[in-house]
């Protein structure tokens, strides 16, 4: 990697030739999980995230760093103010999109899922929530809520005064608060349910699932237009409950990895032939499944093999 190359790891390494890195380099590299996560929450794709970075690396290497007081301030700002305009984008391409548009599935480490801080902010469920706001609010919370962002800073980031800020905070927060999940379960909770689930399709036992099931749960499921999907959320635990045994547990799939952490919360990877078909994410309350987010679109799938770092520091 020369000095002006965009840096992809997460320390600081002796650069090509012998060199050591710029002051530029160092401080992205510092910060680049950070930035991922910032722009994955705001996006929900890994890929646009990434893109992000780069688009933040490049206007980064050009920043007097004479004239910056808090570097990670000013990354936070570039990346902010990428993914407001990159998330207008989305917008209009999943408005084209092939049935219900899921966030890109990540595998976190374990240890991911005991920050219960983290999980929440990257779960499929909250995710889903904060697809409903718009851009700028959805900047606004992200900073504010995950990454306790002062509302100066924030101002700086989304090009709003901080009396508007405050505004859209408020407003962006009551708009979550009424839609997130309800409370938030303990890792063992989650995985208990999970293994419920699990067992009850593998043998094919419809009153086990309707069991871990709750009444009002919804499942979701994301092929792109690409592999089979439904294409509207399926309500109810008796509809749920006889589509999953209907397709997934007749067809030729193996449920694997009740070890596999997803967005921070425990999940299952779904097999054919060892190749994965499918990441099936769960949100839990009370002890029963409420949600169920199912991603079979193989462009969102490439995440799910090697932990991303994510950070909200």
């Given at each position: 990697?020369?000095?002006?190359?965009?840096?992809?790891?997460?320390?600081?390494?002796?650069?090509?030739?012998?060199?050591?890195?710029?002051?530029?380099?160092?401080?992205?590299?510092?910060?680049?999980?950070?930035?991922?996560?910032?722009?994955?929450?705001?996006?929900?794709?890994?890929?646009?995230?990434?893109?992000?970075?780069?688009?933040?690396?490049?206007?980064?290497?050009?920043?007097?760093?004479?004239?910056?007081?808090?570097?990670?301030?000013?990354?936070?700002?570039?990346?902010?103010?990428?993914?407001?305009?990159?998330?207008?984008?989305?917008?209009?391409?999943?408005?084209?999109?092939?049935?219900?548009?899921?966030?890109?599935?990540?595998?976190?480490?374990?240890?991911?899922?005991?920050?219960?801080?983290?999980?929440?902010?990257?779960?499929?469920?909250?995710?889903?929530?904060?697809?409903?706001?718009?851009?700028?609010?959805?900047?606004?919370?992200?900073?504010?809520?995950?990454?306790?962002?002062?509302?100066?800073?924030?101002?700086?980031?989304?090009?709003?005064?901080?009396?508007?800020?405050?505004?859209?905070?408020?407003?962006?927060?009551?708009?979550?608060?009424?839609?997130?999940?309800?409370?938030?379960?303990?890792?063992?909770?989650?995985?208990?349910?999970?293994?419920?689930?699990?067992?009850?399709?593998?043998?094919?036992?419809?009153?086990?699932?309707?069991?871990?099931?709750?009444?009002?749960?919804?499942?979701?499921?994301?092929?792109?237009?690409?592999k089979q999907a439904a294409l509207r959320p399926i309500s109810g635990a008796d509809k749920v409950a006889r589509f999953i045994v209907g397709g997934i547990g007749k067809a030729d799939v193996a449920l694997t990895g009740?070890?596999?952490?997803?967005?921070?919360?425990?999940?299952?990877?779904?097999?054919?032939?060892?190749?994965?078909?499918?990441?099936?994410?769960?949100?839990?309350?009370?002890?029963?499944?409420?949600?169920?987010?199912?991603?079979?679109?193989?462009?969102?799938?490439?995440?799910?093999?090697?932990?991303?770092?994510?950070?909200?520091?």
């Amino acid at each position: 990697m020369n000095e002006r190359s965009e840096p992809t790891t997460g320390t600081a390494e002796p650069l090509a030739g012998g060199g050591r890195m710029d002051s530029a380099t160092e401080a992205f590299v510092a910060h680049r999980n950070l930035l991922f996560t910032v722009a994955y929450e705001m996006l929900g794709s890994a890929a646009d995230a990434e893109d992000v970075l780069q688009e933040t690396w490049l206007r980064w290497i050009k920043v007097d760093l004479g004239q910056v007081h808090d570097q990670r301030a000013y990354l936070v700002r570039i990346t902010t103010r990428r993914s407001i305009d990159r998330l207008r984008t989305l917008t209009r391409r999943k408005e084209a999109y092939v049935g219900p548009w899921l966030p890109e599935p990540l595998l976190t480490a374990p240890d991911v899922a005991e920050d219960v801080e983290l999980a929440e902010s990257v779960s499929m469920a909250l995710m889903l929530v904060l697809e409903t706001l718009s851009p700028t609010e959805r900047a606004v919370f992200v900073l504010r809520e995950v990454f306790d962002v002062g509302y100066d800073e924030i101002a700086a980031a989304v090009g709003k005064s901080p009396p508007a800020v405050r505004q859209i905070a408020h407003r962006a927060r009551r708009h979550v608060d009424a839609r997130r999940p309800r409370e938030v379960v303990t890792p063992g909770e989650a995985r208990a349910a999970l293994e419920s689930f699990r067992h009850a399709v593998e043998t094919m036992d419809l009153q086990g699932l309707l069991d871990v099931l709750a009444p009002e749960v919804v499942l979701m499921s994301d092929g792109g237009g690409v592999k089979q999907a439904a294409l509207r959320p399926i309500s109810g635990a008796d509809k749920v409950a006889r589509f999953i045994v209907g397709g997934i547990g007749k067809a030729d799939v193996a449920l694997t990895g009740d070890r596999i952490v997803v967005n921070g919360s425990p999940a299952l990877v779904l097999r054919v032939d060892g190749e994965i078909d499918g990441v099936l994410a769960l949100r839990v309350e009370d002890a029963r499944i409420t949600g169920l987010y199912y991603v079979r679109n193989p462009e969102k799938l490439t995440r799910v093999e090697s932990e991303i770092s994510l950070t909200l520091r």
